[in-house]
């Protein structure tokens, strides 16, 4: 088992009478990390006490298996960058000129500099645009500047926080690909988001979900769809008798052309009924297969289940 990057320890962020974060329990040992949470959830209000600008009311962080307010909280915080939801950046400045700034904070030597800035602009497919200032930047732009930034100290750990959810689909897959990159050359993405099927092309490691600042799941995919017990069934052809006899087993049922889809933790249950139906009537099964839920179905269904009083906590 791999040392936990970051832990969290019953972590608990109160505003006055409002509980953002409730007794929050994370751990991330490496890979894509995703926190998923409705708006609202605490995932930014997470981040924040992560990289030491919020102080838990309870609870405590540790990065690097550091405590991030501790004696280490200089060294740790060379370690990791960061990128908020709606970077803010010195609007007259150029890229190249943010960059050089960055490196300076780091007292980075200057051809050391100005090597990284031209790795990290080519990285970020920014260096046509690195003497054009951020100000005539596009959504998308700010947003790779703001990785670029975040590189400078050549991190460990990255923690972003709803990095596409004000580009466009073209600015979007972009943000991806670099993403998914950057984990191939070993680092660790710690990203939050609202939008589900980001994490799905992200191929996250773990992910974990949140709702009300309180953690309902955590676990890889495989390792929630054994929590959940539950799997999509695609049955073909879309017949009649199929339908009547699962509508006894199973509520939700969706047909498309030729086929049926459940979501259902009785598999042998409903393949007993189609196998029956089938050698009764002579219908021929032309497919029957089971897969896991993908991460907005999870998702629903954690939601769903938490709602409803379903998942002990």
Known sequence: MKDPIIQT????????????VNKL????????????????AGKTTTIKMMIGSLFPTEGRI??????????????????????????TYFQSMTAEKLLTYIGSVFHMPIQETKKKINELLQLVDLSDARTRIIAKYSAGM????????????????????EITSNLDPVGRNQIIELLKN????????????????EIQKMKADSIAIIDHGRLIMEGSIDELNDELKTQVIVIS?????FREALSSVVSNITEEVDSIILNTDKLDEVWQIIANISLQNNIVIKEFRSTGLD???????????E????MEK
Do not use: C, W
Not at 299 to 305: E, G, H, V
């Open 9 to 20: 320890f019953g972590v608990t962020k109160a505003f006055k009478d409002v509980i953002a």
């Open 25 to 40: 329990d994370l751990k991330v040992t490496g890979g894509i990390y995703g926190l998923l949470g409705p708006n609202g």
């Open 62 to 87: 540790e990065l690097f298996g550091h405590d991030i307010h501790g004696k280490d909280k200089m060294d740790i915080h060379k370690r990791i960058g960061y990128v908020p939801e709606h970077p």
């Open 142 to 161: 700010k947003q790779r500047i703001g990785i670029a930034q975040a590189l400078m100290n050549d991190p460990e750990l990255l923690i972003l926080d």
């Open 182 to 197: 950057l984990n191939k050359e070993g680092k660790t993405i710690f990203i939050s988001t609202h939008i589900l099927p």
């Open 237 to 241: 052809p879309n017949h009649k008798l």
């Open 295 to 305: 991460i907005e179905q999870i998702f629903m269904k954690a939601l769903n289940s």
């Open 307 to 310: 709602q409803l009083g379903g």
